[in-house]
C-alpha cells in the first residue's frame, strides 16, 4: 500500500540531547512537510521541502533540522536547542508537480521529555 | 503569509443533527481549501477539498461551501453518527511559500 510511515511512534528525549524522527513515502511525492501540534491547537509547520536537496523553514523552525537527501524521505531532529520540545510530530507529503494537491500525512510521532 | 480562523472551537450535537463548522482565511490568492478529520492519536485524514473555481462540493453526507469573496468556507455534515466525533481542520493553500496554513481545530462530538 502506498502512504506515509513515521517511526517511531514514541519516542523520550533526556535533556541536552539531539532525537531524529523518521518519515518515509512511497507516494512517488516531490513535497514533503513537517508539523507540530500541542494538545487542543491546530498545525504549526516547522519545515518544509519541494524537492531534494532543497528545504525551506515553516512558522517554528528555531530548533529543529532536516535534511532531504532522497526524495522518499525527510527526517527531522529535534535538538537540545528546542526546550519545549513535547509535542505530536506529523509528516506529510503531496504532488508538487499539480498545484494545490491534498497533503497526505502520517500517523505521527509521540515526543516526550524523560 | 495566509491566516486561517476557525470556529467554534468544540461542537456537540445530538446524533441525527447538522454540524456546522466556519473558516475564514487572509489571503485573497488563495485557491485551494480542504478539510481534514483528526481521530485520537493518528494522522489528520483528508474528507473533502474545494477550489476556488467552485462555490460547493459535496460527497454523500459531508459538503464545503465557499465564498471568495468575503473569504471564508464552511464545512456541513448532514445526519450525524457517533463515528463522526473526532477534531477536523480546515486549511488553505499559501500560494506564497507552496504550503497549508491550518485551522486551530473543532472537536466535534455527536452525542447518541
Known amino acids: 500500500d502506498g502512504g506515509i510511515t513515521q517511526s517511531p511512534k514514541y519516542l523520550f528525549r533526556k535533556e541536552g540531547q539531539n532525537v531524529t524522527l523518521s518519515c518515509e513515502q512511497n507516494l512517488n511525492h516531490d513535497a514533503m512537510y513537517w508539523y507540530r501540534q500541542d494538545p487542543g491547537q491546530g498545525l504549526r509547520l516547522i519545515y518544509y521541502s519541494q524537492i531534494v536537496n532543497d528545504f525551506q523553514k515553516g512558522d517554528i523552525a528555531e530548533g529543529y533540522s532536516v535534511s532531504r537527501e532522497k526524495k522518499e524521505s525527510f527526517p527531522l531532529t529535534v535538538t537540545s536547542a528546542q526546550k519545549n520540545p513535547t509535542a505530536f510530530y506529523l509528516c506529510a507529503s503531496s504532488d508538487r508537480d499539480r498545484n494545490n494537491q491534498p497533503q497526505h500525512f502520517g500517523d505521527g510521532t509521540r515526543l516526550s521529555i524523560l | 503569509g495566509e491566516n486561517v480562523e476557525q470556529h467554534p472551537s468544540t461542537l456537540s450535537v445530538q446524533e441525527g443533527d447538522s454540524a456546522v463548522i466556519k473558516c475564514t482565511y487572509s489571503d485573497s490568492a488563495s485557491n485551494y481549501f480542504p478539510w481534514y478529520k483528526q481521530e485520537l492519536g493518528k494522522g489528520p485524514q483528508l474528507i473533502i477539498d474545494?477550489?476556488?473555481?467552485?462555490g460547493e462540493k459535496k460527497d454523500q453526507r459531508i459538503a464545503v461551501t465557499l465564498n471568495k469573496t468575503a473569504k471564508h468556507f464552511s464545512l456541513h455534515i448532514t445526519e450525524t453518527q457517533p463515528e463522526d466525533s473526532a477534531v477536523y481542520f480546515c486549511a488553505a493553500w499559501d500560494t506564497g511559500r507552496r504550503a497549508l496554513t491550518f485551522g486551530s481545530g473543532t472537536r466535534l462530538q455527536v452525542q447518541p
Open positions: 474545494i477550489r476556488s473555481n467552485v
